[in-house]
């Protein structure tokens, strides 16, 4: 079983940028997609970013452009460059592997929160 452990939120004004790392405690090399997921206060988690083994990255319409993530195999890292960041990015983020649409392969970890705010 993979652990995740996510790191790098904190507090940034509108249009800062911050960059999100989530360690595996296992390998990542086999997993086929990473992704990045986010759950503001009161609302679901959602997926915002995803990147797949073969390099192909897809973006949910409210990140695209400003959010760019990346994946280091060999040292079992997911990483997240968010840029020109808004209030509406306020949320923890999270990262895990997607299993189809709705659903995640492995445990989630304790996220990192990400406030955007003047």
């Known amino acids: 079983q993979v652990q995740f452990v996510e790191s790098g939120g904190g507090l940034v004004q509108p249009g800062g940028s911050l960059r999100l790392s989530c360690v595996a405690s296992?390998?990542?090399?086999?997993?086929?997609?990473m992704g990045w997921y986010r759950q503001a206060p009161g609302k679901p988690r959602d997926l915002v970013a995803q990147?797949?083994?073969?390099?192909?990255?897809t973006y949910a319409d409210s990140v695209k452009g400003r959010f760019t993530i990346s994946r280091d195999n060999a040292n079992n890292t997911v990483y997240l460059e968010m840029n020109s960041l808004k209030p509406e990015d306020t949320a923890v983020y999270y990262c895990?592997?997607?299993?189809?649409?709705?659903?995640?392969?492995?445990?989630w970890g304790q996220g990192t929160r990400v406030t955007v705010s003047s």
């Open positions: 296992g390998s990542i090399f086999s997993i086929g997609a």
């Open positions: 895990n592997a997607p299993v189809g649409s709705r659903f995640v392969q492995f445990k």
């Open positions: 990147l797949t083994s073969d390099g192909s990255s």
